[in-house]
C-alpha cells in the first residue's frame, strides 16, 4: 500500500507541476500580447515612432508587423534582429554575455499548430561567427580584416545531482560547493577561455589552479612540468567585407530603403547609403 501510495503522490505532484508550468506560458503569453497592443498602439499614434517602426519593419521584412512592434516595446534600440539560427546562418552568433537578454516574439510552433514565444536578438547583441585555430600560411587579402587571440585550456568534471564543477570524477565534494553526490569520468568537459593561466588562483591546496569561465569554473594543470599541462593555442577569425548600395525614396516624406537602385522623378526624391557587410571565412 506504501508503495501505491507513494506512486500517486509522484503522480500528483508530476500533475501540480505541469499545471503550474502551462499557467506560467499562459501569463507569458498574455502578457507578451499585451506589449504587442501596446506597441501598436504607440506606433499608430506617434509620427516619430511610426517613422521608427517603418524603419525596423524595412529592415527585417521576414517579421510580422506585431514582431516589430513587439521588438521596439522591448529593446529601444533595436534595428536589425534575429533568432540564434538565424544568426548563425548569417555566420554570426549571439554573444555569451547576451543570451539571457533575448526579447520575446511569436513564432510558429514546431508542431505545425499555434504559436510559440522565441528570443530574438539585435545585431549588438551578436558577433562574428565561431573561432577557429590558427594555423600556417593564413593569409589577409585585400578588404578584409583578421582577429586573432590565445585561448587557455580549461576542464572539469560535471556532477549530474548538483550541477556542480569538479576538479576530479569520484566525489562532488561538500567543501568545494558540491552535494556529496557521484562525479563521473564520464561526465568530463573541456573549455577553452582567453583567462590566462596567470589569472589562475590554487583550488584549496590541491595543486590544481582554478578560473571562472564563461561556463563557471574551469581548473588546470599550469605547472609545464606536469603531464597534464597543456599549451595554449592561437585562434583566428577573418571578416571579409563587400559594398552594399542601397537606395531610399521619399514620398509625403515617408522613407523607405531598398536594395533595388530606383530613379528620382516628381515625387520620389532619391538618397543613398553606402554599407559593409562583414562575412568570416
Known sequence: ?????????????????????????Q??????????????MQITSDPETYLRYLNCQADNPSYSAGNVALVMVQ??????????????????????TEEKNGVKIFTRSSFGKGYTLTDVYDVRQTTFGEWTDLGNGVVVEEGQKIERRTVYR?????CNSCGAHMHGYGTCYKWAGGCGGKTYASDYYVVWSEKSYSESGDWHGTGVNYVYTDE?????????????????????????????????????GTPYWSESQVSSDNVKLVSTRLLYRYRLR
Do not use: C, H
Open 1 to 25: 500500500m506504501s508503495i501505491i501510495a507513494n506512486l500517486g503522490n509522484i503522480i500528483n505532484e508530476k500533475n501540480q507541476s505541469s499545471e503550474l508550468w502551462q499557467a506560467q506560458r
Open 216 to 252: 563557471g569554473l574551469g581548473f588546470a594543470y599550469i605547472s609545464t612540468a606536469s603531464k597534464y599541462y597543456e599549451q595554449p593555442k592561437e585562434q583566428y577569425r577573418i571578416a571579409s567585407r563587400q559594398k552594399l548600395y542601397t537606395y531610399s525614396f521619399y514620398r509625403y
Open 27 to 40: 501569463a507569458d503569453r498574455e502578457n507578451t500580447n499585451a506589449m504587442q497592443d501596446a506597441g501598436v
Open 75 to 96: 529593446d529601444q534600440g533595436a534595428t536589425v534582429f534575429g533568432t540564434k539560427d538565424r544568426w548563425k546562418s548569417l555566420m554570426r552568433s549571439v554573444s555569451p
Open 154 to 158: 580549461y576542464y572539469y568534471f560535471l
